[in-house]
């Protein structure tokens, strides 16, 4: 099956070609046609399965934008967990709609930056994506309507929900006009999920494409038993040596993940770190480096880890292990997406020995081995 197979506007399938799109992927083929017949959808995919275009192009292809619409009024409203999910959604609109007339305007707002420019800019917009507190906070300053809202986009809801947005979820809901297409997607279809799709959604197209539990089988698994004070020589031996172009680093806390990227950068790596403490316009830039190839390694900690959605990622190295078996597989899981291949290396010290067994044993494998002490780094 072809993307001319799924009843797109001629416009959409040209920049689907421009842009490489060779075939669609699961989701896709499921969810793109039940969009355009106007039904309602609970999608339950993982991150990096193509969800996210699975709602944009036909959202693009079916909507009537008005000329010249110069009100507060939105058609789309799209609401995500975090800021980097925002701006990474909004950057795939911004893809599509360049042959669309009349133009229209996309925005992305969120907490963490001020909110005057937003309330300035929100005039005119079409297509919002947004999170929660932030989407309340201009809808308590009369900057924004819903009464023309056509269609409403949840993009990982099981993280909305868990993250403790419930209260904000019922608000934005009871602003809503009840004539809409309701579009749900999610990683797992848990009891807060259920209960959401129950409320909103009228006789949904319910997709399932979840992989099987673990599914590692593109991912290529090392190990190396290394002493900590050796861990960083042997990153930057395994960059230089391997000429490791895109290389994903994980470490357990901000402040190992600033003093990794600092030593890279001292000896001739171009890296970065991204985490908590840094404001967002410096995460969203080093992002777009890291994306872009401008920036050879970026160094993270799980709390941002779901932020980074990077469909062809070559490498994922976790320079500490994770809390849980869980998150372990989740960091890997950044690389070997989209039917691509990836590889996964892992800093093993003597004292993270039995957590690593642990994590076999939950992935149900046994990670080959090297030792990393012995490696001749110059």
Known sequence: MTFDNLGLQQFLVNILKKENYKKPYPIQKQVIPAILKGNDVLA??????????????????????QEGSKDRQVDVLIIVPT????????????????????????????????INPQMKSLFGVSILVATPGRLLDLVNSNAIHFDKLKTLVLDEA???????????????????????????????????????????????????VTPKENNLENISQLAYSISNEKKGPLLRH???????????????????????SDKLRKNGIAARAIHGKKNQEARKMALQDFKNGRLRVLVTTDLL??????EYLPHVINYELPRSPKDYIHRIGRTGRAESLGEAITFVAPEEEHHFKIIQKKMKITVERFDGNGVNFN
Do not use: C
Request: hydrophobic share 40%.
């Open 305 to 310: 880890a779901r932020g980074i959605d990077i």
């Open 238 to 260: 395994l960059i230089k040596s391997g000429n490791l172009k895109q290389v994903l680093v994980f470490t357990a806390s901000t402040y190992k993940a600033d003093n990794v």
């Open 44 to 65: 339950i995919a993982p991150t990096g399965s193509g969800k996210t275009a699975s709602y944009v192009l036909p959202i693009l292809s079916s909507i009537k934008f």
């Open 83 to 114: 800021r980097e999910l925002a701006q990474q959604i909004k950057d795939v609109f911004n893809v599509f709609e360049k042959d669309i007339s009349p133009s229209f305007k996309t925005m992305a707002i969120y907490g963490g930056v001020s």
């Open 158 to 208: 099981d993280k909305l929900l868990n993250l403790g947005f419930k209260d904000e979820m019922s608000q934005i809901f009871s602003l809503l006009p009840s004539k809409r297409q309701n579009l749900l997607f999610s990683a797992t279809l848990n009891e807060k999920v259920e209960e959401i799709n129950q409320i909103l959604l009228r006789n949904p197209t319910i997709i399932n």
